[in-house]
């Protein structure tokens, strides 16, 4: 999907809705709060429900060498937002161009000329326009001058508020509950099956790898999964995440997925692997005969914590 600018056009039935802006990076609880919001003022005003977000992230506009931190890709943010029933997903382009704009020419050229929102939502710590001058007070009064209600939900999920951030540090620490109940879904890695050293195969345990690109690192280790190979069916499987140090360590972390009862051919094609429980830390063992018992000892764990899950 092209990502959108101010000098941009839409079409004709995509403008005048009402809509929730933001980065929403996992489209978790509180991001579903915000767009339930611009859905009742969708519903309210007769208008469809659209949600704004930019690409790339501004964070990694401001920090081009900052670590990978991603909760998911730009498909899977579209693909969660349509099961809320949003019709429309904008993505504005976030460069120069953008990022250099006040809070009034955000809410003129983009809020206004491109979008002709009727409504926006967002949550109460929103900032926006050059230099993050803009807030929910400036928003609200750009609203009153160029035409669109404003509303601002707070955070939910009392003191501990569910953010990213929060998200983020439950996946260091291997919490994929915590991380489930956040996001209201398990986390999933999607991309594409890479060629591996081919070794998998000759330990009896054939692996999908998958590069971590921009996804946020969770705790490295052995993880029990759920894999959808594109045919929106869940295949159980075990995986780890890790650097592999006992065949000669990677230079990045890789996500290698073993599928239980399953044989065909991965390679090329886009895969999406939810990661449903940490079972254990990743070990350098000291023989390939150790690892393969391990792996053995992982695929009964992982089998028993997807019962019920
Ligand atoms: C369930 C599972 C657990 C693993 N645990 C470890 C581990 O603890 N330490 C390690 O060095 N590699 C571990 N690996 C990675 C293996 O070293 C790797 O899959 C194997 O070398 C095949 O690599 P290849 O796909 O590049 O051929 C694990 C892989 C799987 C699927
Ligand atoms: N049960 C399975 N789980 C995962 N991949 C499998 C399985 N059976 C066959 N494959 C295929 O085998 C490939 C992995 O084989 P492997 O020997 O581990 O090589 P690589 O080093 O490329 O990972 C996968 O990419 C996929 O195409």
Request: glycine share 10%.
């Amino acid at each position: 999907m092209p990502t959108l600018g101010p000098s941009s056009t839409i079409p004709n039935d995509a403008r005048g809705a009402a809509i929730a802006l933001g980065k929403f990076d996992g489209v978790h609880a509180g991001h579903q709060a915000v767009i339930a919001s611009a859905h009742q003022a969708a519903e309210s005003l007769g208008v469809p429900l659209g949600v704004a977000v930019f690409e790339p992230h501004p964070f990694r506009f401001f920090n081009p060498s900052a670590p990978p931190f991603r909760l998911q890709n730009a498909s899977q943010r579209v693909r969660a937002l349509s099961e809320l029933g949003v019709d429309d997903v904008f993505e504005l382009g976030f460069d120069a161009e953008l990022a250099a704009l006040s809070d009034r020419e955000f809410a003129k050229l983009v809020l206004r000329d491109l979008l002709g929102v009727a409504h926006v939502s967002v949550g109460a710590d929103f900032r926006f326009g050059k230099g993050r001058c803009g807030d929910v007070e400036s928003l609200t009064r750009l609203g009153a001058e160029f035409g669109f209600s404003v509303d601002a939900i707070q955070p939910i999920g009392g003191a501990q508020k569910i953010s990213s951030t929060h998200i983020r540090a439950a996946l260091e620490r291997g919490d994929m509950d915590a991380v489930t109940d956040a996001l209201t879904r398990p986390w999933a890695i999607e991309g594409e099956v890479l060629q591996g050293f081919q070794r998998g195969r000759t330990l009896g345990f054939a692996t999908a790898n998958v590069a971590l690109g921009e996804y946020a690192r969770p705790r490295l280790g052995v993880y029990a999964v759920r894999v959808d190979v594109g045919d929106d069916v869940l295949l159980p499987g075990v995986a780890s995440v890790g650097v592999n140090p006992t065949v000669g360590a990677l230079p990045e972390p890789l996500l290698e997925a073993h599928l239980f009862d399953f044989s065909g051919d991965l390679y090329g094609q886009t895969i999406e692997v939810e990661l449903i429980a940490f079972l254990r830390d990743e070990a350098k063992f000291d023989s390939l005969g150790e690892l393969k018992r391990q792996m053995t000892q992982d695929v009964i764990d992982a089998r028993r914590a997807l019962i019920g899950s």
